[in-house]
Structure formats: structure tokens, C-alpha cells
């Protein structure tokens, strides 16, 4: 992929793959460290797409793979603060934690931040599916698994978030109901 | 809130939604869960419209062109001489911790290794840094690779 090709996929797919990231990461910051990331690491790898799937299955395919490893990292981070956040005195702590994720108010009153509890097959299906409405043939190429597979993660994820907020007395729904009547799912 | 900002999802460009499957809310799906997959669509919709992205800076040829500074290069430019620094004074805190100053004793394991001649990893001592430093010193350790004794506070 030549440097004038990520310009071209970047003119075209970049609002998307940054859709993703914000949906997956719950802030605009690290979306769009995310999204970039996906595009330096094509443009780094110029022959790591053979054109053998669609060039935004495969970005969301990088995306989702750098987003599992930020997960990982940003786990481990959260356990080394914590560990320098117990040993300070408790007068000169703040609140919250200093290993507390940074996280919008929006996302947090969103499904997606109950999304975001899942396993991580599901939770990455259910953004495929849901935020950036991907038919499952590209959710199983971009997420390397057989259809049936994803299809398996989209269900399951679904039911998990169902179960998740059986019990919960207030409703999540955030859109107002003219809002809601407004939006028209194609199909 | 929502509503001022709320965007219709499908009234931008086409070709912006190429490979979008126009059947996403005709699964075979229990009532139930058929409307979480809708309200799921309506929470990604509403946050894409309030935080939409900022434009992709430039390509990353262009970005690493003198003339061509965009967001990208501008930002390693700027990042990676403060990192360096930071990793600098990490690695001489750790080695003043470990060699020369230090009355503390070295960490048992240290000791066997050191009489035995093998490499001795670094113990790291965050005296007089900040939170956000401590944090940039972690990230640069694990970035780096650097295997890390202990840390110390």
C-alpha cells in the first residue's frame, strides 16, 4: 500500500475505523490514537494486505487487534499504579484513583459501556455488528473466525448483555423517544 | 443533550458506509434482544456524532517530510526527546539506587547475581517524580522492553 493508497483509505475509512475505536474505548482520545495507529501500522506493513478481503475489513481487523493489546497493557499499567496508589498516604490521594480509566459520561450512560464487561469475542462482534453494521461474512474476516462463529459472538454477546441488565430497575435507554422514532435502521 | 447533537447516521456519504449490511436489524433475533441490537445502533450513532473524528492528519510520507508536519510527526518530534529523558533519568535513578549511593540494600536475588556475574536488572526508584512521570516511566519500560527488579517510592 503506497503512502498516496493510505491517503485514499484514510479519506474514505477513517471516520469509520474512528467510530469503532470511540464505541470500543468509551473516550475520543484514545480513538483517535487508535484509529491512527491503524493507519500507521498499514502504511508501515505496505504488503501485509494481499487484497485477498476489503480494505476495511482488514483496517478493522488491524483496529481490533490493537485494541486487544491496549486492553492488555492497560490492565497492566492499572495494576502498577495501584500498587503506587496504595502506598500513598490517604491524605494526599485525589479522587478518583490514578488508575481509574478516562472514560466520557456519554459512553458510560451508553449499552456500550455494559458492552464493554464481555469477553472480548463478543464485545469486538457486537461493535462490528451494531456500531459499524457489518454483515457477518466481514465481521468473520475481520475478526479471523468462521461465520458461524461470529455469529455465535454477536448472539451470545447479546444475551450476555441481556442478562447483564436483568435486574436493573432504570432503563439505559438514552435516545428521547422523537429521537428514537427519527431513526430509521435501513432494512 | 442528545438530541441537539444527534446526527442521522445514514444521511452521509455513501461511500462512507460501503460494506454496511442495510439488514443489521432483521436478525432472526428474540423481541428482546432485537431492540438491545437497535439501542445499541442508536448509542454508537449518538456518540459518533458528539465526538467525531478529527481529520487523519496526513499520510505518514508526507508527515515525515520537513514541510509536511502533520499532527502525527509533529507529536513523536515533540514526545520522543522528553522520553528520552525520562528514560534517561529512570535508568540513572535506577542505577544510583542499585550501584553507587544507595543504602539501601540490593534486592536479594540482585546480590546472588551480582556474585555470580550475571546481568543484575535494574531497580527503578521513583523519588522525586511526579504521577504523570511515573506513568510516562512505566509506559517507556514496557514500550522498551526493560525487565525491571522492583520499584521503589
Known sequence: VSNLDVDQLSDRYFERIHRAALVLTGNPWDADDLAQETFLTIASRPDAFQGRSQPYTFLYGILLNLERRRMRRDALRRRHLRVLWDHEPPEVRSSPGADAPLELVEWKKSLWSEVARLPDGQRQALVLRFSEQLPYEAIAEAMGCPLGTAKTRVFHGLAALRQRLAGRSADLRQVPEGVAEGWTHAG | ?153
Not at chain 2, 62 to 81: E, M, T, W, Y
Not at chain 2, 88 to 111: H, K, R, Y
Open chain 2, 1 to 153: 443533550m442528545r438530541d441537539d447533537h444527534f446526527v442521522h447516521r445514514f444521511d452521509g456519504d455513501l461511500d462512507d458506509e460501503k460494506g454496511r449490511d442495510a439488514n443489521v436489524s432483521s436478525d432472526d433475533l428474540p423481541p428482546d434482544l432485537a431492540e438491545l441490537a437497535c439501542q445499541l445502533s442508536d448509542d454508537a450513532a449518538f456518540l459518533s456524532a458528539r465526538f467525531p473524528a478529527a481529520r487523519f492528519p496526513a499520510a505518514p510520507g508526507q508527515a515525515a517530510k520537513p514541510d509536511g508536519g502533520g499532527k502525527v510527526s509533529n507529536g513523536f518530534a515533540l514526545r520522543l526527546p522528553w522520553a528520552a529523558a525520562v528514560l534517561f533519568a529512570a535508568v540513572g535513578t535506577g542505577l544510583i539506587a542499585t550501584d553507587f549511593v544507595s543504602d539501601a540494600p540490593l534486592p536479594v536475588e540482585n546480590a546472588r547475581r551480582l556474585a555470580s556475574g550475571a546481568a543484575v536488572k535494574p531497580v527503578v526508584a521513583f523519588d522525586s517524580f511526579t504521577g504523570a512521570e511515573q506513568e510516562a516511566v512505566l509506559d517507556l519500560l514496557e514500550d522498551e522492553g526493560v525487565e525491571v527488579e522492583s520499584f521503589s517510592i
